[in-house]
């Protein structure tokens, strides 16, 4: 399975920008998509994640601001980013979960950078 993200760029404080990720390969059945972000000098962290049912998680500094979407027959995942702040500065890495047989598989992109310029 591999994973194509894009979206990224820079916006000044207070704008939005919508990352999309795609996944393509051999897919059966990916259970949880998701976005995570890391920072300079950060670990990563999870901003949001949805499943293949809709049910949605959010990291508490990004409630109210973000929505996440997903279109399972495209198996795209969708981060809304509205009210953007300096804070969310970082590099998005997209994520796929996928059980097969019993057994997780984990994905990842390669990341797209967002930049908020105060």
């Known amino acids: 399975v591999q994973l194509a993200e894009s979206g990224g760029g820079l916006v000044q404080t207070g704008g939005s920008l919508r990352l999309s990720c795609a996944a393509s390969?051999?897919?059966?059945?990916?259970?949880?998509m998701g976005w995570y972000r890391q920072a300079p000098g950060k670990q990563r962290e999870l901003v949001a994640t949805?499943?293949?049912?809709?049910?949605?998680n959010f990291a508490d500094s990004v409630k109210e601001r973000f929505t996440i979407s997903r279109d399972n027959a495209k198996n795209t995942v969708y981060l809304q980013m509205n009210s953007l702040k300096p804070e969310d500065t970082a590099d998005y890495y997209c994520?796929?979960?996928?059980?097969?047989?019993?057994?997780?598989?984990?994905?990842w992109g390669q990341g797209t950078q967002v930049t908020v310029s105060s």
């Open positions: 390969g051999s897919i059966l059945s990916i259970n949880v």
């Open positions: 949805i499943t293949e049912g809709g049910s949605t």
């Open positions: 994520n796929a979960d996928e059980l097969v047989r019993g057994v997780w598989y984990e994905y």
